[in-house]
């Protein structure tokens, strides 16, 4: 599976954006979808992911409630839609496939090349 991140950018506190991972291979339906960033300076942690079957989340409590995770199966696509950004919500945003419900980056298997995402206040 290969990943392809996109829509990233630079927004003013309160604004919105939304993020897409496009996906070239098959994703299983027993696969997850996860969205982490890393911020300059700190470890790549977890932001949401979504059961690439059923389609039920899980959110890092930082984001919920402003961001939501989606995908779209004929398309093979995922998307994060983050509202209500916050400077604090800075980092590289990275879209990754791993093969079961983990919010641990080694056990992701698949990455995609992160888009930057800049919050001012």
């Known amino acids: 599976v290969q990943l392809q991140a996109s829509g990233g950018g630079l927004v003013q506190a309160g604004g919105s954006l939304r993020l897409s991972c496009a996906a070239s291979?098959?994703?299983?339906?027993?696969?997850?979808m996860g969205w982490f960033r890393q911020a300059p300076g700190k470890e790549r942690e977890f932001v949401a992911l979504?059961?690439?079957?059923?389609?039920?989340?899980y959110y890092a409590d930082s984001v919920k409630g402003r961001f939501t995770i989606s995908r779209d199966k004929s398309e093979n696509t995922g998307t994060l839609q983050m509202n209500s950004l916050k400077p604090e919500d800075t980092a590289v945003y990275f879209c990754?496939?791993?093969?079961?419900?983990?919010?641990?980056?080694?056990?992701?298997?698949?990455w995609g090349q992160g888009t930057q995402v800049t919050v001012s206040s």
């Open positions: 990754a496939v791993g093969p079961a419900f983990s919010f641990i980056v080694r056990d992701y298997n698949y």
């Open positions: 291979g098959r994703i299983f339906s027993s696969h997850v």
């Open positions: 979504i059961r690439w079957g059923t389609g039920s989340t």
